[in-house]
Each structure stands twice: as C-alpha cells, then as structure tokens.
C-alpha cells in the first residue's frame, strides 16, 4: 500500500485514494431581496450601511417578499408554510445539473450525502426526500456541520478506504436560511440567502477537478456563537464569529499557500460566501487579485454550506487546466475546512 | 481491529406509564409496553398534553443535549480515558432544539473541549451509518479515540390527545468510545447500510409539529427488520438488536433468524423506543456483561426503505 503522508488533520493525498470531482451544479430561488427592499422594512439600515460591512447588494430567498414585508417572518414556523421553494426543490436542481456535467445517472450514484441546517422533516430526511425525488436507490447519509460542508464532505470522503466508496458519490448541501431570519434585525435580513449545490465525487474515475488536500476541524467549545432554533430564528455573536472568519481563513489559505507555492497569479480562492466585506479583506492581506478571487455571495447572499461549490458550480467552464483552487471555508459549530483541488481537464 | 472501549447510555428520569396515558386520555397503552422515558415535565404532560410541541421545547427537565453528555460521560469513564484524549466527536440526534449546531458540536461544547466534531446521521439506522463509516475509515486518518453518540426526545414531538405514538415513544441516548489503535470488549465486525424495500409509509417527524405514526406503523418496521436480515447470512445463534417498536415482535422474529433477544422486548417495555438512540441504549445497557465469544447482530431498518446491519463480538 502505497504510504500517505499525514500531517494532523491534514490529509495530503500523495498516494491512496485520489478524489475527483466530475461535475458541480447550483440552484438557487428566483425572488430577490435587494438593498432598497431592506431599506423599506425600516429596521435601521440602509444600503450605504450593507455595502460597507457586508458587502451584499442582493440574495435570493424562497420567501415571497409580499410575506416578509408583512410579518418580518416573526414566526419561523409560517415561513416554512409559506415559502416557495423548499431545500428538497432546490436540492434536486443542484444534484440534476451536477450528475448532468458530471455525465453519470442517478441510478450510477452509490452513495447520498447531505448537508442540510433548514429540513422540512426530519424523518424521511432531506437527504431521502432528494435521494427518492432523483430515483437514487443508494444509501444515503447526512454529514452536517452547515456552512463549512464542502470541506467536510470531501474530508469524510476522504477518510474511507478507496475500496469501500462506490464509483460515484453524490455530496450535497442545501438550505433555506431565509426562513429562520427575523426581518426585524437590520443585519441578519441583509446576511441571508437561500441556495443549494450539489457535486459528484469519485474515488477512480478521473473528473475535471482533482481533490490535492482535505481538512476539517472545529472548535465546540464557541459553538454557541452561530445558532439557529428550531422554533426560532437565527443569531449569532457577530463580532467574534467575523473575527473568527476572518482570522481562521487567513490562516486556511496560508498554510495552503506555504505548502503548494499558490501562486495568486494563476490560481484561485474561494471563501465562504457571508460577506463581501470580509472576503475583501482576507484577499488583501492574501495579495489575492480580484480576478481570482471567486465569489457570488454580493448578488446571491450567504447560502451556508452551499455558498463556496456553489461558486464553483457558477466558474465550472472558467477553469483553466493546471489551475488550483484553494476552497477554504469557516462557519457554525464553530468548524473550518478547507479544499485544494486542481483543474486537471 | 475496530472495537468499542466504553459504552453509555441515558433515560430521562420521567416516566409515563399506562395509567398516566390512560389520565391523559387520547392514547390507549399497548399491551405490552408499561412506562416510557420523558425528558418533558410530568406536570406539563398533564396540564397540556403537548398540544403545541413548541411549548413542549420549553418543558424539558433535561434536553436531548443533557442525555448525550450523561452518555457520553459514562463511556468515557467505562474506556478510562481522559476527555481530552477524543479526537473526534461524531453525533445525531432526531429531536434537535437547534437545526444549528449539530449534536456533535453542542457535546462538545458541553465536554468544554476543542474537539473536531460534526454530525452523521441516517433517522432510524443512524448506529449503522456512523458503525459503517468508522468501520471503513483509513486507521491514518481516525483519531486514537472517537465518540459516537446519538440521542432523541420524542416525547417533545408527541400529541398526547390522540394516536398511538404517545404508546411506543420515550427518549433516551447513547455514546461509544471508539478506537481502531487500542483493543476494546467489543469488536465490531461488519457494518452496512443498504435499501432493502421501496419506501412505505408509516411514520413522519416533521420540523414542526407532530409525529405522525400510523396504526400499521409497527408491523411495517417489523417486514422490513426482517428484509434486512434476509439479506444476512451469518446471524444465526447471535443475539438480536433491533429498531422495532412492539415487544412482542422481537422473540418471534429473532427466533426467525436463529437468534435471541438480547433486551430489546425488555428496554421497549420498560423505557419506549427512542428512535435513533434506541439500538445503541439497548447495547450499551448490556454490552459489559456479555460473555466473551457471544456475537450481536443489529438490524436496523427505516420507512424509506434504509436498512442498516451491525455485528459485533465480545472480545
């Protein structure tokens, strides 16, 4: 057996199983809440405010905003009756275009796992209800840690023996965040989108994107810093967990940078997509050019776990082979991840 | 070798037996089933029924997250390790108060530990989903020790005024120190997970609301418990766990497969099913006194049609 060289919880895939990931698809609701929307729910913000902390012009939500404007979402409860689209919808858009650029049918996928922090039930679970609306048979599994998912799907991933994943593994995460924002506070409203993206993974078939490092990690000890309730909304501690964000992906891409020799003129970063704001000053301290710094987060809003595939997902026909790209992700939990991959077709 | 080198398990301390459903009025006892586990207060229970399961949330004597910790607890203490020797913390639970963070990661927190943690779970087989991707992980790249826990709060989700779910339903959890670099009591052996039926119906947990559980509820889990073992071939003289609701299902459909009731029928009756945890409450309760040699057999199945399978051995 060929050796693996492991450096904490870094794994350095020089040997053993070798991911690839053979397509990434994207969905996202079409009703928009842009600045002036939240300028009118008079809640003390206005767009000067959002452009200059958070950076975000508009996001996506399943809520019709005729129900936001007449109850702020008080109640999480009625945002799930009366939402448009659900993160099963949504869900099933991603894993079809995924499978679609990946060139693979459902019936091909071995193995479902899922990343969803906004379920409509829980038993069956999101990852059923996709798994079933798809005509997937496999077993499916939900691996959840919200917005640092990408990481960690393909850090779980990552850990099993090549021999016991089967040829294609469909990875998702979806959520409809939207729906747990009380549009009575004047950043939570303007943070928030809802989107799903999905991507097929496979340990022996060679796809566009070869998975070069996985790490994953957290910090329970803080993770009362970013909650979401059941019956309630979304809070967080929303200066440490900035400073969290920040400091942590700054560390991410270092260390990526010290052992690959990045090179910012030719590869690529994607952040998590929570604010603009933020991933502008990470890309500055990082001497990242905006042209490779990939986002969409300033137009769809912070997806959770489904913001950074998602940017990939939205470049899928502008990677340039031997191109790499530095995923580095932070998020609830608290947990931090982050992804090496390179464009090798 | 991956073994287990400490297990625990939680039951709330409030108990609804026949006689306070029977005062409740709406759910009629099944035969066989006397008390079930609340993690709710009694008073609650009986002044509102759970009519609204939202206020239900803010009627917990211990929350699911108190059970894990109590688990969790009593297997680090049975592996003799330190807390802080745990690599990673891998959770469920199919009651959370919150959608974010996960189990996992509000142990952790609870264990005031920095510890690597997240969430793998699969409803009703979720002992199988977090047995097979342990089982299956690279030893390079497990940490000397993980904890594996799940824990549920049904009771939350129950409508005391009607239907039979409030007879079959307690809350309970469980927690495994794990380890493929150090030799534990148990060793597991073989884990699965596959579909063994299209989905049937029978049973609902939504985010909000109620649990809807159909009168047929628990003979469809039974067929496919046993769809699940049909596909098995080494089950004979093993003992038997497994997800079903009724008690007097278990000994006929072990005896079906060669093998005993290793507590299952007994844990039902005395504490109700608590769904996710259920398999590994009823493991860790009894997996000490197992003498060296004897083999179990999980079998654990879902309405969508998911069945998972562990098998184990007492070193």
């Not at chain 1, 957290?218 to 900035?242: C, E, I, L």
């Not at chain 1, 260390?255 to 000053?281: V, Y």
């Not at chain 2, 497969?257 to 945890?277: Q, R």
Request: proline letters at 4%.
């Amino acid at each position: 057996m060929r050796a693996l060289a492991v450096l904490s919880n870094w794994n350095v895939v020089e040997g053993g199983t070798v991911l690839h990931i053979l397509g990434i698809g994207f969905s996202h609701p079409t009703n928009v809440i842009d600045n002036p929307f939240i300028e009118q729910l008079n809640v003390g913000t206005n767009e000067a405010w959002i452009l200059d902390k958070i950076g975000i012009r508009e996001r996506r939500t399943s809520l019709p905003l005729s129900y936001i404007s007449e109850t702020r979402n008080q109640d999480a409860e009625q945002a799930l009756a009366h939402a448009e689209n659900t993160p099963h919808q949504l869900g099933v858009n991603a894993a079809t275009m995924a499978m679609q650029r990946a060139g693979i049918s459902p019936h091909q996928i071995g193995m479902v796992i899922c990343n969803c922090c906004t379920p409509k039930e829980i038993y069956p679970s999101e990852a059923q209800r996709l798994a079933d609306a798809l005509g997937i048979t496999a077993p499916v599994v939900d691996v959840f840690t919200a917005c640092p998912a990408f990481a960690l799907h393909c850090d779980y991933l990552d850990r099993f023996d090549e021999s016991a994943l089967p040829d294609y593994i469909l990875a998702l995460s979806t959520a409809t965040l939207t729906q747990h924002v009380n549009y009575n506070d004047r950043s939570d409203g303007a943070i928030w989108g809802d989107g799903a993206a999905a991507w097929v993974v496979a340990p022996r078939a060679r796809g566009r994107l070869k998975v070069l490092e996985t790490y994953f990690a957290s910090d329970p000890t803080r993770s009362q810093a970013v909650v979401v309730d059941t019956y309630g909304h979304f809070h967080q501690d929303g200066r440490a967990v900035r400073d969290f964000s920040v400091r942590q992906t700054v560390r991410l891409v270092k260390r990526l940078e010290e052992k690959f020799n990045l090179d910012w003129k030719r590869d690529i970063f994607i952040g998590h997509q929570a604010n603009a704001t933020m991933l502008e000053q990470i890309c500055n301290n990082r001497d990242i050019p905006p042209q490779n710094h990939w986002h969409n987060v300033s137009y769809i809003g912070n997806q959770a776990g489904a913001g950074a595939p998602a940017v990939l997902g939205m470049h899928w026909d502008m990677m340039k082979p031997g191109q790499r790209i530095a995923v580095a992700v932070v998020g609830a939990g608290l947990s931090w991840g982050s992804v090496l991959l390179e464009v090798v077709s | 070798m991956f073994s287990i080198l400490g297990a625990g398990f939680a039951y709330p301390e409030g108990e609804i037996s026949n006689e306070i459903l029977r005062t409740l009025g709406g759910v009629s006892p099944s035969g066989t089933i006397t008390t079930r586990r609340t993690a709710l207060k009694l008073d609650y229970l009986l002044t509102e029924r759970n009519a609204d399961p939202k206020r239900g949330s803010t009627a917990f004597v211990q929350t699911p997250t108190d059970l894990t910790l109590r688990a969790a607890l009593m297997a680090i203490e049975q592996a003799g390790i330190a807390r802080s020797q745990i690599g990673m913390i891998i959770g469920a639970t199919d009651t959370p108060l919150q959608v974010t963070p996960g189990e996992s990661q509000r142990l952790g927190d609870r264990l005031v530990e920095k510890i690597d943690a997240f969430d793998v779970s699969s409803g009703l087989t979720t002992l199988a989903s977090q047995m097979h991707a342990l089982l299956h992980w690279k030893v390079e790249r497990m940490p000397e020790y993980v904890l594996c826990v799940a824990a549920s709060a049904p009771t939350q989700r129950v409508d005391y005024r009607s239907g039979i779910a409030g007879s079959y339903l307690g809350d309970g959890a469980y927690a495994f120190v794990v380890s493929k670099r150090h030799q534990g009591f148990l060793r597991v052996v073989h884990a699965e997970q596959r579909r063994v039926s299209a989905a049937r119906e029978g049973f609902v947990l939504p985010l909000y609301g109620h649990i809807r559980m159909d009168q047929g509820a628990p003979q469809v889990i039974e067929e496919l418990i046993a769809n699940v073992l049909e596909r098995r071939a080494t089950t004979e003289n093993a003992l038997l766990i497994c997800n079903a609701f009724e008690p007097a299902s278990i000994a006929p459909l072990a005896l079906r497969f060669g093998m005993s009731d290793m507590g299952v029928a007994e844990d039902l009756a005395l504490f109700g099913h608590c769904l996710c945890a259920f398999p590994g409450a009823v493991l860790a309760k009894r997996a000490a006194q197992l003498n060296r040699g004897v083999r179990v057999c999980i079998a654990l199945a879902d309405y969508e049609g998911l069945g998972g399978i562990v098998e184990l051995e007492r070193c």
